[in-house]
Each structure stands twice: as structure tokens, then as C-alpha cells.
């Protein structure tokens, strides 16, 4: 079976602008949680979604957002990019909600570069 | 503040020696803890939850409510063991809080 797979897997982007990332989880999960991982801060929770609805948000702002689709491939977007935005987002997908009652498979990440 | 602290951002481990990664926690309540590991050029991985109360490649970890600690042993070392261990908990909100991570290097 076809592990979460996430695209792009690099991109650099300048200070102002917005991005899109793309992850497509394992077949039949439903759930997709949405990850940023720096240096400094480590891994920290974005957002999880399920059944195209917003389940759960980590504390980040506004500029972050995301959607799920009815395939349960989900998106997420930044605006006005910062330089702080620079980081890896990793997607990760379980069969159900609940970051604990399932286990979590995550993406290989996509690398984010803003300059 | 709920926080996961693993104190060591290194650790180097001959092989056939012990490990302990350590894992200390700050959280009202009964929390929900787990071990990620992340293999060279692999992807982030669970390897236990407390909950599970399991042995995974020969990696045990024990919660200490008093201690406010979740130390991930294991008795012997392999080479293959070497890669980055993350300690997460579960809050009540279902939302995941990770460690910065510890490097475990297995010294030949």
C-alpha cells in the first residue's frame, strides 16, 4: 500500500508571498494532520482534519490554513510568507480522528524555503 | 505549561551497552505519551505509547507519574538503533506536544 505522500517535496519561495502544499494519505485513511518542524522549535502541531472539516488547530495564526477534500488529500497554505515560515511540514494520515486513538504515518515532508 | 523536555540533544552509546533516553513532562493530569523514532532517510515512525505497555525492538518505556517522566530503554544497543528519538504527549485537547529530540549514535 501506497505510503502519505507529500508535494512538493522542496520549494523557495520570497518573503510576501503565499504557498500551497499537497498531501495525499494512505488509502482509506481519513484523517490527515498537518506538522511544522524547525530547528528551534521542533515539531509542532498545525491542524487535523477529517471529513473535510477542521477537527483540531495547533496555535499558529490566520496565515496558516488548510482544507481536506472528499478523497481526504488535504492542502495547507500560508500567506504573506516570513522568513520564520521557513521550515519542513510534514503531513501525516491515520485511519481515524484522534492523534492518540490511531497511528499516525507520516509524509516524507516538504521543505520550505523563504528567502 | 505542558511541555516534553528530553534533556540531551546527543547521545553516544557503544554497542552492547545500555540506553536510556530520558523524557520528562509537564502536565496536569493523566497524560497519553508516546516514542517517534526517525530512521536516516526514513520517515517519522511511532515505536510505542505507554498505553500499549509493549516492547518494540527492544525498547521499553515505563510512565512515572511522580517523576513526570517517560525514559525509553533499552538493554542492549545495536548499530541500527542509531537515529532521532522524539517523545510526544496527548493532551486532553487531542492535540500531540513533542520533545526537540535526541540523537542517539551507536558507537561501534
Redesign the interface.
Known sequence: KA??TQTPRYLIKTRGQQVTLSCSPISGHRSVSWYQQTPGQ????LF?YFSETQR?K?NFPGRFSGRQFSNSRSEMNVSTLELGDSALY?C?SSLS????SY??????GTRLTVT | AQRVTQPEKLLSVFKGAPVELKCNYSYSGSP?L?WYVQYSRQ????LL?HISRESIKGFTADLNKGETSFHLKKPFAQEEDSAMY?CAL?NR?????????TRLHILP
Open positions: 505510503g502519505v521542533g515539531l509542532q502541531f487535523e483540531n495547533g510534514l501525516a480522528p484522534g492523534q492518540g497511528e499516525q504515518y507520516f509524509g516524507p | 497519553e508516546f520517515r517519522l515512525q511511532l505509547r522524539y496527548l485537547d487531542d492535540k500531540i506536544i513533542f520533545g526537540k529530540g
